[in-house]
C-alpha cells in the first residue's frame, strides 16, 4: 500500500476494552520536547480550532538564517476538524473525565498543541520539518453522547486485524463514551446505498476478532460520493469510521469535502489499512505482526526441507509488491535465510 504522508488520515485512537487485543495509533509516544513549555513552539497558541483553514500547512521560517529559532523551518501537515466550516460548534467535556475505569486518561489528555515529528533525527540548524497532529483523547468533545449515531464501513483488501479494529471501536464508543447507536456498512463503500445496516454492539462484535477477514465484508469499487453522503444524512449519521487502504482514504477524504460542503455535523475518521506496515508515521500498521508470523512458518518449513536434502534449496516468495519490511522482518527473525536480497516490483 502507498498511503502518502500527506495524505494520511490520523485517526482518534480508539483505547481497547480489553487489554489483550491492544492495538496502538499513538503516534511517536517518545516524542522529544514533550514539556509543556516546549509543546508551545510558535510562542502562541498552535491551534485556533474557530476559523481553521482545512488542511493547514505552516510554514515558519527565521528571519536570519542559521539562527537557532524554535520556529525555524516548522511545518505542520493538518487534518480537517469539524470546527473549520462549524466554527460555532459547542464542545463538551470528555465522557472519560468522569470514568472511574478510564480516571488515569484524565492525566493523559492529548493536549491540542501535541504534533508528532515526521523526523526524529535532525540536526542542529536544519529545518524543524513536518509535523502532524498528535492522536488521541482530547479533553473536549463535540458529542453528546446520546446524540452519537456512529457507522463502520471496511473497504478493499485484508488485512489481518481488521475485526479487532472494528471491535475496538465498537467496545470503545460504548463502554468509554457511552455511545450506544453504532451500525455497520456491510461491503465497503457500495454498502452505503446498496444494503441495508446492521446494529453494531459489544455483545455482536465479542468474538469476531478471533476469525479472520472482515465482519462487515469488503469491496472495491462502488465509491459514490454524493450518494455516500445522501445515505448518511439519510440515516442521520454523525460519526463514519472509515477502514481502509490509500484508495479508501481517498474516499474518505472526498466523503470529508462533501460533508463540508453540505455543512453537516459530521465527523470522518479515516483508519489507515496495510499490512505491509508501509506508514512512516505510526507505530506499526496493524496486521504486521501476524503477517510476519505467517511468513515465517513459510521460511521455516522451506528450510526443514532443505536441510533434509543434499544441495537443498528452498525457495519462499512473499507479498509486498512495493514494500518489503514483512520480508525483511521475517527474514531477520527466522535467522535461516543467509543474506536478505530485497527486490521490489
Ligand atoms: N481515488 C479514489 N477516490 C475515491 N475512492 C477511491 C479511490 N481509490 C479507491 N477508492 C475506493 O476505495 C475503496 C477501496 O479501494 P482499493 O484501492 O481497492 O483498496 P485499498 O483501500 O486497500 O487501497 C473502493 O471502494 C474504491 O472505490
Ligand atoms: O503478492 P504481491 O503481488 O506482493 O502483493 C502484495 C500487495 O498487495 C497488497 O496487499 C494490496 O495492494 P493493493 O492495495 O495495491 O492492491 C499490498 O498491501 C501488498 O504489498
Redesign the pocket.
Known amino acids: 500500500?502507498d498511503l502518502s504522508l500527506s495524505q494520511s488520515i490520523i485517526p482518534t485512537p480508539i483505547i481497547p476494552c480489553n487489554k489483550s487485543h491492544t492495538f496502538n495509533f499513538k503516534l511517536f509516544p517518545n516524542f522529544p520536547n514533550s514539556n509543556s513549555k516546549s509543546r508551545n513552539f510558535l510562542g502562541k497558541p498552535l491551534i485556533s480550532r474557530q476559523n481553521r483553514p482545512i488542511r493547514i500547512r505552516i510554514r515558519i521560517r527565521a528571519q536570519t538564517p542559521n539562527v537557532n529559532n524554535d520556529n525555524d523551518g516548522f511545518v505542520l501537515e493538518d487534518v480537517p476538524h469539524l470546527t473549520n466550516f462549524l466554527p460555532d460548534l459547542p464542545s463538551y467535556p470528555n465522557p472519560l473525565q468522569n470514568s472511574k475505569a478510564y480516571a488515569i486518561v484524565r492525566q493523559t489528555f492529548v493536549h491540542p498543541e501535541d504534533v508528532v515529528a515526521q523526523k526524529v533525527v535532525v540536526q542542529k540548524d536544519s529545518p524543524r520539518g513536518v509535523h502532524f497532529r498528535r492522536a488521541g483523547p482530547r479533553e473536549k468533545v463535540y458529542f453528546k453522547s446520546e446524540e452519537v449515531r456512529a457507522c463502520i464501513v471496511t473497504?478493499?483488501?485484508l488485512c489481518p486485524g481488521i475485526n479487532t479494529v472494528i471491535r475496538e471501536i465498537v467496545c470503545g464508543l460504548n463502554v468509554m463514551y457511552g455511545v450506544d447507536d453504532i451500525l455497520g456498512i456491510e461491503g465497503?463503500?457500495?454498502g452505503f446505498y446498496s444494503k441495508n445496516t446492521m446494529s453494531l454492539t459489544p455483545k455482536v462484535v465479542n468474538d469476531i476478532h478471533k476469525r479472520g477477514g472482515t465482519f462487515l465484508r469488503t469491496?472495491?469499487?462502488?465509491?459514490d460520493?454524493h450518494k455516500i453522503v445522501d445515505n448518511i444524512q439519510d440515516r442521520g449519521i454523525n460519526q463514519v469510521y472509515i477502514i481502509?487502504?490509500?484508495?479508501?482514504?481517498?474516499?474518505a477524504a472526498?466523503i470529508s469535502k462533501e460533508v463540508e460542503k453540505r455543512g453537516l455535523q459530521v465527523a470522518v475518521a479515516g483508519i489507515p489499512?496495510t499490512i505491509d506496515n508501509d506508514i512512516a508515521v505510526i507505530d506499526k500498521s496493524f496486521g504486521f505482526d501476524t503477517a510476519v508470523e505467517e511468513a515465517q512458518r513459510a521460511i521455516n518449513a522451506a528450510h526443514v526441507e532443505v536441510e533434509s536434502v543434499e544441495n537443498g534449496v528452498g525457495i519462499v516468495k512473499l507479498m509486498g509488491r512495493y514494500s518489503g519490511f514483512i520480508a525483511m522482518h521475517a527474514t531477520l527473525a527466522s535467522r535461516d535465510v543467509p543474506s536478505i536480497q530485497y527486490q521490489g516490483a
Open positions: 500500500m473497504c478493499g483488501g465497503g463503500y457500495r469491496s472495491r469499487g462502488g465509491h460520493t481502509g487502504g490509500d484508495g479508501t482514504q481517498k474516499g472526498l489499512k
